[in-house]
């Protein structure tokens, strides 16, 4: 017998198995590996490789044969590509079949199944916030969950809906009895410092005189900072609404009949005067959830486009990705917690994008169980997009606006536009393109509504259908839209001839579910396309502002390359944080360079192109390099002061660009810029929202694409991601679900094992934990002869029981390193004031194996006068000989 021991064959019934049974594994050697059926098997599966450390057919056929001749057999390829497919079978693992609106066939991984995975991974789930957080003015904001969209601005039926206090569950817009007897309301759910809080409205009663019924009443549109709301913590919550009674002793279900009535001016019912809506009790949620948790587990999604070639040319993919909002930024830029949904190089972003967005919509809406692996119980999981975050042309496309480089209607997030081409040169549009007001202190562009995109799109359509195609083309050149699915059905309709029996399909679909005639992000629940595609610093900021400031200077500095050559041969990169530079490659192809390229010349540019440079250049450039600073800061303490800040030095920047030449109004990424901040205020700080770790990403599909068979790139691919997260969870020893036998299974220990206790099979798998060093910690022991000195004697006098050695460099933490000549910024243990030192020698205090090292510096403080050349402000010596702790 063949059975795979995941299905149920060997778990389920073990007397199945035994030392005659044709697999020749027993039971005890099955339930050490499982679900493999024996060591080679698992060996096999890791030796297949992920991410980017795929193995073909060929290479592995040839490895098992030559691991034969020490004796390890291991299994057939056909039969671990089997073991692959029967564990997912069992795990109900899918890829979704679908067909677009175009009759492509569309292949996309369960956005469900990986989000219950993800709760059932104790990789994941202990660092994954499940509520939105505020900043109470001392902690930093450094992650999504701190975003104003999470914790303000999502509508009611998508916010976190409940909590759990004194094992009860709490639902918003359900009345709560406090501790003290008060009632509320709850409306919002959040944290502060780890404290579980909630926004809750005092409820107002209104009896009916005619029929003796009181009703409760709530305000309309009430938001977040309201001052009508109250913060209360969620601990003093006593009884849930079922449990509220009266002083006689009704229930308050029975007394407000199981509705709550919103003030609302278009409302249903009306009362005394007023009109309100009704809200009927209990929560939906709370049916929906049959007494289970509910996690709260929003996502960032990303789509773009790349080569399914290693070259990076030609063989087009569209794709998707996802990151888990909750989870800090130092995992999210982790391929281990990034997911894939689908690619196609047949089908648009548009067409690949609606059967993720029906999912999302159930997600949204319904939720899907889960097991929580820190909770140890079942839950439910709700989940909406948080941001979408792509480069200009796909963010163009998804939002229905023109490619802008090209368009009359440049902007996505605005209504800034011309009639005619010719009018880009006049000065209004020029001052509106800058941001900057013309004899006003507004501008005249107002910003785009996505209900009204929505709402105008729909219009076209049937201006469309009843006029004509040119009557739709100029009404959306003066709207400023573009959707590319309804215009390329409205083409499909009008060229009957062209399109033979389109006509009669396309009425078909507009009477079965007519939103298919537009762009699925239209019906994607909680989602903004005005406010929720952000200006992201890669492909506005560095491959935008950036290149073109570097392209211009370069190509103006033809007879001086060799002098900018040399200046980055100068180019001291020891405190900077940077690998290496390499001088020539900056000269010689300053036009296709990458972001971190470009990171690079914004930290270095004062030094290597200010030379060259004449005063009004070195104005326009100080300004570029310092609003890098301030878009690349990480952690915010500040908001407020953060974003006045960064709205300052965007207008010092445009400013300089308008004074250089008013033609770089051309460059649509210009405008973008000065909505930045609009992002910075929804999300947080621009690294949150940044595309580097996905389009870093790419490159894991071209693998996954060059081992697909080409038929079917888009299936393949799929699968062998599909492959990828069925080993990630069982590795990272996460409960599966067999849906044969109806049960939960762990993989075994000794699997489980091999994941947590190996960093390369970490490694392998995309995660990167760190190591568990203590810092300080020693790097590099021997000493350059040239570098040796004689121990400092203010070191001696302070630790005079001390023995001490020198070393070359020490690492303060994973990712910095100090040694010699280096300078650090230094902070006292007694609170004194910071200062900057640079490195004379490092010192380690004996023996060997101690964390104690001590750095004796040169002493700097700040001059008070500001550079005049370089426009920043100047160190100078103060002390020769100060020792200080490393610590």
Same mark, same amino acid.
């Given at each position: 017998?063949?059975?795979?021991?995941?299905?149920?064959? +060997? =778990?389920? *019934?073990?007397?199945?198995?035994?030392?005659?049974? %044709?697999? !020749?594994? @027993?039971?005890?050697?099955? $339930?050490?590996?499982?679900?493999?059926?024996?060591?080679?098997?698992?060996?096999?599966?890791?030796?297949?490789?992920?991410?980017?450390?795929?193995?073909?057919?060929?290479?592995?056929?040839?490895?098992?044969?030559?691991?034969?001749?020490?004796?390890?057999?291991?299994?057939?390829?056909?039969?671990?590509?089997?073991?692959?497919?029967?564990?997912?079978?069992?795990?109900?693992?899918?890829?979704?079949?679908?067909?677009?609106?175009?009759?492509?066939?569309?292949?996309?991984?369960?956005?469900?199944?990986?989000?219950?995975?993800?709760?059932?991974?104790? +990789? =994941?789930? *202990?660092?994954?916030?499940?509520?939105?957080?505020? %900043?109470? !003015?001392? @902690?930093?904001?450094?992650? $999504?969950?701190?975003?104003?969209?999470?914790?303000?601005?999502?509508?009611?039926?998508?916010?976190?809906?409940?909590?759990?206090?004194?094992?009860?569950?709490?639902?918003?817009?359900?009345?709560?009895?406090?501790?003290?007897?008060?009632?509320?309301?709850?409306?919002?759910?959040?944290?502060?410092?780890?404290?579980?809080?909630?926004?809750?409205?005092?409820?107002?009663?209104?009896?009916?005189?005619?029929?003796?019924?009181?009703?409760?009443?709530?305000?309309?549109?009430?938001?977040?900072?309201?001052?009508?709301?109250?913060?209360?913590?969620?601990?003093?919550?006593?009884?849930?609404?079922?449990?509220?009674?009266?002083?006689?002793?009704?229930?308050?279900?029975?007394?407000?009949?199981?509705?709550?009535?919103?003030?609302?001016?278009?409302?249903?019912?009306?009362?005394?005067?007023?009109?309100?809506?009704?809200?009927?009790?209990?929560?939906?949620?709370?049916?929906?959830?049959?007494?289970?948790?509910?996690?709260?587990?929003?996502?960032?999604?990303?789509?773009?486009?790349?080569?399914?070639?290693?070259?990076?040319?030609?063989?087009?993919?569209?794709?998707?990705?996802?990151?888990?909002?909750?989870?800090?930024?130092?995992?999210?830029?982790?391929?281990?917690?990034?997911?894939?949904?689908?690619?196609?190089?047949?089908?648009?972003?548009?067409?690949?994008?609606?059967?993720?967005?029906?999912?999302?919509?159930?997600?949204?809406?319904?939720?899907?169980?889960?097991?929580?692996?820190?909770?140890?119980?079942?839950?439910?999981?709700?989940?909406?997009?948080?941001?979408?975050?792509?480069?200009?042309?796909?963010?163009?496309?998804?939002?229905?606006?023109?490619?802008?480089?090209?368009?009359?209607?440049?902007?996505?997030?605005?209504?800034?536009?011309?009639?005619?081409?010719?009018?880009?040169?006049?000065?209004?549009?020029?001052?509106?393109?800058?941001?900057?007001?013309?004899?006003?202190?507004?501008?005249?562009?107002?910003?785009?509504?996505?209900?009204?995109?929505?709402?105008?799109?729909?219009?076209?359509?049937?201006?469309?259908?009843?006029?004509?195609?040119?009557?739709?083309?100029?009404?959306?050149?003066?709207?400023?839209?573009?959707?590319?699915?309804?215009?390329?059905?409205?083409?499909?309709?009008?060229?009957?001839?062209?399109?033979?029996?389109?006509?009669?399909?396309?009425?078909?679909?507009?009477?079965?579910?007519?939103?298919?005639?537009?762009?699925?992000?239209?019906?994607?629940?909680?989602?903004?396309?005005?406010?929720?595609?952000?200006?992201?610093?890669?492909?506005?900021?560095?491959?935008?502002?950036?290149?073109?400031?570097?392209?211009?200077?370069?190509?103006?500095?033809?007879?001086?390359?060799?002098?900018?050559?040399?200046?980055?041969?100068?180019?001291?990169?020891?405190?900077?944080?940077?690998?290496?530079?390499?001088?020539?490659?900056?000269?010689?192809?300053?036009?296709?360079?990458?972001?971190?390229?470009?990171?690079?010349?914004?930290?270095?540019?004062?030094?290597?192109?200010?030379?060259?440079?004449?005063?009004?250049?070195?104005?326009?450039?100080?300004?570029?390099?310092?609003?890098?600073?301030?878009?690349?800061?990480?952690?915010?303490?500040?908001?407020?002061?953060?974003?006045?800040?960064?709205?300052?030095?965007?207008?010092?920047?445009?400013?300089?660009?308008?004074?250089?030449?008013?033609?770089?109004?051309?460059?649509?990424?210009?405008?973008?810029?000065?909505?930045?901040?609009?992002?910075?205020?929804?999300?947080?700080?621009?690294?949150?929202?940044?595309?580097?770790?996905?389009?870093?990403?790419?490159?894991?599909?071209?693998?996954?694409?060059?081992?697909?068979?080409?038929?079917?790139?888009?299936?393949?691919?799929?699968?062998?991601?599909?492959?990828?997260?069925?080993?990630?969870?069982?590795?990272?020893?996460?409960?599966?679900?067999?849906?044969?036998?109806?049960?939960?299974?762990?993989?075994?220990?000794?699997?489980?094992?091999?994941?947590?206790?190996?960093?390369?099979?970490?490694?392998?798998?995309?995660?990167?934990?760190?190591?568990?060093?203590?810092?300080?910690?020693?790097?590099?022991?021997?000493?350059?002869?040239?570098?040796?000195?004689?121990?400092?004697?203010?070191?001696?006098?302070?630790?005079?029981?001390?023995?001490?050695?020198?070393?070359?460099?020490?690492?303060?933490?994973?990712?910095?390193?100090?040694?010699?000549?280096?300078?650090?910024?230094?902070?006292?243990?007694?609170?004194?004031?910071?200062?900057?030192?640079?490195?004379?020698?490092?010192?380690?205090?004996?023996?060997?194996?101690?964390?104690?090292?001590?750095?004796?510096?040169?002493?700097?403080?700040?001059?008070?006068?500001?550079?005049?050349?370089?426009?920043?402000?100047?160190?100078?010596?103060?002390?020769?000989?100060?020792?200080?702790?490393?610590?």
């Amino acid at each position: 017998m063949d059975v795979d021991p995941f299905i149920h064959g +060997y =778990v389920g *019934n073990p007397q199945q198995l035994n030392e005659n049974s %044709s697999t !020749g594994h @027993t039971l005890s050697s099955v $339930l050490v590996w499982f679900p493999f059926r024996s060591k080679e098997v698992f060996t096999a599966c890791l030796m297949l490789g992920y991410l980017h450390n795929l193995m073909s057919r060929d290479t592995y056929m040839q490895l098992r044969v030559i691991l034969s001749l020490w004796n390890l057999v291991l299994p057939h390829w056909d039969t671990v590509q089997m073991t692959r497919d029967r564990i997912k079978k069992a795990a109900s693992f899918k890829i979704v079949e679908s067909t677009s609106v175009w009759g492509n066939k569309l292949f996309t991984i369960s956005l469900k199944t990986i989000l219950a995975n993800e709760l059932a991974n104790i +990789y =994941v789930v *202990n660092n994954l916030e499940f509520f939105p957080c505020i %900043s109470d !003015g001392t @902690t930093m904001v450094d992650r $999504l969950c701190y975003s104003y969209k999470w914790r303000e601005d999502l509508p009611r039926q998508y916010r976190a809906q409940m909590v759990v206090s004194r094992e009860k569950h709490f639902y918003i817009y359900e009345p709560t009895q406090l501790i003290t007897g008060e009632v509320v309301v709850p409306l919002f759910f959040y944290k502060c410092k780890d404290v579980l809080l909630s926004k809750c409205i005092t409820p107002q009663y209104s009896k009916d005189i005619d029929t003796n019924v009181t009703h409760i009443i709530l305000p309309s549109n009430v938001r977040f900072n309201d001052q009508a709301l109250l913060t209360i913590e969620v601990e003093k919550f006593h009884l849930i609404y079922s449990e509220i009674t009266l002083q006689d002793g009704q229930y308050l279900s029975q007394f407000c009949r199981n509705v709550l009535y919103e003030e609302s001016l278009g409302g249903k019912i009306s009362l005394q005067s007023k009109t309100y809506n009704l809200l009927h009790l209990p929560n939906s949620w709370r049916e929906k959830a049959k007494g289970k948790i509910i996690r709260h587990v929003p996502i960032t999604l990303y789509a773009d486009d790349t080569s399914g070639n290693v070259s990076k040319q030609w063989n087009k993919h569209i794709s998707f990705y996802f990151t888990l909002s909750g989870l800090p930024p130092n995992l999210t830029n982790q391929e281990y917690h990034c997911h894939f949904l689908g690619t196609s190089n047949v089908a648009g972003v548009l067409e690949l994008a609606e059967p993720i967005i029906n999912e999302l919509n159930d997600l949204a809406t319904n939720g899907c169980p889960a097991y929580d692996c820190k909770l140890g119980e079942d839950v439910l999981i709700m989940s909406v997009v948080l941001a979408f975050l792509a480069d200009s042309p796909m963010h163009a496309e998804v939002t229905s606006t023109p490619m802008p480089a090209v368009s009359n209607n440049p902007c996505r997030m605005c209504h800034l536009s011309v009639e005619n081409r010719g009018d880009k040169q006049t000065t209004s549009y020029v001052h509106d393109f800058f941001g900057q007001p013309c004899g006003s202190d507004k501008l005249s562009t107002r910003l785009r509504v996505w209900n009204e995109t929505i709402s105008r799109s729909k219009e076209l359509w049937e201006l469309g259908k009843d006029k004509s195609r040119n009557a739709y083309n100029t009404q959306a050149k003066t709207y400023g839209l573009n959707d590319v699915i309804n215009k390329e059905f409205l083409e499909r309709y009008s060229l009957e001839m062209d399109y033979p029996g389109e006509k009669e399909r396309i009425k078909k679909i507009e009477l079965e579910d007519a939103d298919r005639l537009f762009n699925p992000f239209y019906k994607l629940k909680g989602f903004d396309g005005t406010q929720d595609t952000p200006v992201e610093t890669l492909h506005v900021y560095l491959l935008g502002c950036v290149e073109y400031l570097v392209t211009d200077f370069m190509q103006s500095m033809k007879d001086k390359v060799k002098q900018i050559e040399a200046n980055w041969t100068a180019f001291n990169i020891q405190s900077l944080n940077i690998g290496y530079i390499k001088p020539q490659y900056l000269v010689k192809h300053y036009g296709s360079l990458i972001g971190k390229d470009y990171k690079i010349i914004l930290q270095a540019a004062p030094f290597v192109y200010f030379p060259l440079m004449n005063e009004e250049q070195r104005s326009l450039w100080f300004s570029l390099c310092y609003l890098g600073s301030i878009i690349f800061q990480t952690k915010i303490t500040d908001m407020d002061s953060y974003i006045d800040e960064m709205k300052k030095h965007i207008n010092i920047f445009l400013y300089h660009i308008t004074k250089m030449s008013a033609r770089w109004s051309n460059k649509p990424k210009y405008h973008q810029l000065t909505h930045l901040p609009q992002g910075t205020e929804r999300f947080g700080n621009p690294s949150l929202f940044a595309s580097e770790k996905f389009e870093s990403y790419n490159s894991v599909l071209r693998h996954a694409s060059v081992h697909s068979n080409r038929h079917s790139p888009g299936r393949d691919i799929a699968k062998t991601f599909a492959n990828y997260q069925v080993m990630r969870l069982i590795l990272s020893g996460g409960r599966l679900y067999d849906h044969v036998a109806d049960t939960f299974m762990e993989p075994s220990e000794n699997v489980s094992k091999v994941f947590q206790n190996e960093v390369r099979i970490q490694h392998l798998m995309g995660l990167n934990q760190g190591q568990s060093t203590i810092y300080p910690a020693l790097r590099i022991e021997n000493v350059p002869e040239k570098r040796k000195k004689e121990a400092p004697s203010v070191m001696l006098e302070r630790n005079p029981n001390k023995k001490f050695r020198q070393v070359d460099s020490i690492r303060i933490n994973e990712h910095e390193v100090v040694d010699a000549d280096m300078f650090v910024l230094v902070e006292l243990p007694n609170g004194g004031p910071k200062f900057i030192g640079q490195v004379i020698g490092l010192w380690q205090a004996l023996p060997k194996e101690s964390n104690s090292f001590f750095l004796h510096l040169f002493q700097y403080t700040k001059v008070p006068e500001i550079h005049k050349f370089y426009n920043m402000r100047e160190f100078k010596t103060i002390n020769n000989d100060v020792c200080v702790d490393s610590q």
